[in-house]
Structure formats: structure tokens, C-alpha cells
């Protein structure tokens, strides 16, 4: 089972990315999935989380307003729109997985047990 994160790059401050999270060897469709970030000398922090059925979404203070997360259970992927980027928002995301199906997964990074490699953004000023 993996997940593989891509959609990162550099973009200048107030621009947009959308990030991609494409999970292989099991459906994820049961499953409430999240997006976290690690910038530079910080710990991982909790940006984004959907529940399996997409119907209820969770955000970090930081990002409300401005990224939108989502999933395409069709797909077996999990986006997430980052709008008006700032650099403070540089990191390398990672997604995951919660480690049960049906359980609910937020912001807590115990909650989940599967993660992608992580993709790089790097917002310029």
C-alpha cells in the first residue's frame, strides 16, 4: 500500500497549487485522510483533514479559508487546493491515511499510520 503526493512546486506569494494524493494496493474510500506539513527546523503540523465520505472537512487555523481539501473516492486520490499562498506556507505536505476505516482522523498525526513521501512547495516573497 502507498500513497504518492505530487503537485508541489514554487510559486510566488498569492499564487495557487493543488496537491495530489494517489493511494495504490487498497482502496482508501473508507478511510478519513489528512494533509500535514514540516517546514525547516519545525515540527509536522496538521494543515487539512476529510472524512472517508467527504462529506465533513477540518482545517488548520492557518490555512481556513484558503485551502480546500477533497477527495475523489472514484480516483482513490485526495487533493488539496492551496489558494493565496504565503510564504509561510513553504513545507514539504504530506498526506496519510487514518489507521482504521470509518474511524475519524484529525488533527492528531497518531490518528493516522500511512503516509506519502512528501512533496516540496516553496512560496517566494
Do not use: H
Not at 506556507?89 to 493516522?112: K, L
Amino acid at each position: 500500500v502507498q500513497l504518492q503526493a505530487s503537485g508541489g512546486g514554487l510559486v510566488q506569494a498569492g499564487g495557487s497549487l493543488r496537491l495530489s494524493c494517489a493511494a495504490s494496493g487498497r482502496t482508501i474510500s473508507t478511510y478519513d485522510m489528512g494533509w500535514f506539513r514540516q517546514a525547516p527546523g519545525k515540527e509536522r503540523e496538521f494543515v487539512a483533514a476529510v472524512r472517508w465520505s467527504g462529506g465533513s472537512t477540518s482545517y488548520a487555523d492557518s490555512v481556513k479559508g484558503r485551502f480546500t481539501i477533497s477527495r475523489d473516492n472514484a480516483k482513490n486520490t485526495v487533493y488539496v487546493q492551496m489558494n493565496s499562498l504565503k510564504p509561510d506556507d513553504t513545507a514539504v505536505y504530506y498526506c496519510a491515511c487514518a489507521v482504521r476505516p470509518w474511524q475519524r482522523a484529525t488533527m492528531n498525526a497518531r490518528e493516522y499510520n500511512l503516509w506519502g513521501q512528501g512533496t516540496q512547495v516553496t512560496v517566494s516573497s
